[in-house]
């Protein structure tokens, strides 16, 4: 999925990453406010610089040509994104807040 962001919607795009993650696809996006607190560029996620288009271009056009390496990508962005669940979110919060104790 190609998602270019707006910084004004960024709080949104998360969520739209994340729904298209949890189907198993790769998003390729722009750099925005956050995201590099949830995916890893070039690991589960392809972020482009804002406004460069021949970038995103050539970003696409290389994981069109590697069907491996983008599948292999998008199922570490499928992996990745069930850390956010609340189930597993909750148990990571309660052993950090444990081992404060």
């Known amino acids: 999925m190609l998602y270019p962001i707006n910084w004004l919607l960024a709080g949104g795009g998360v969520t739209v990453i994340n729904d298209v993650a949890y189907l198993g696809k ?3 996006t722009t750099d925005f406010l956050g995201i590099s607190g949830y995916y890893t560029n070039g690991n589960d996620i392809v972020v482009v ?3 460069n288009a021949k970038q995103a271009a050539e970003k696409i056009e290389f994981l069109m040509q590697h069907p491996e390496e983008r599948n292999a990508m998008a199922a570490r962005a499928q992996e990745r994104v069930q850390d ?3 189930e597993n979110f909750w148990e990571k919060m309660k052993k950090e807040i444990f081992t404060l104790l």
């Open 84 to 86: 956010f669940r609340f």
């Open 49 to 51: 610089n804002r406004g």
């Open 26 to 28: 790769l998003t390729v």
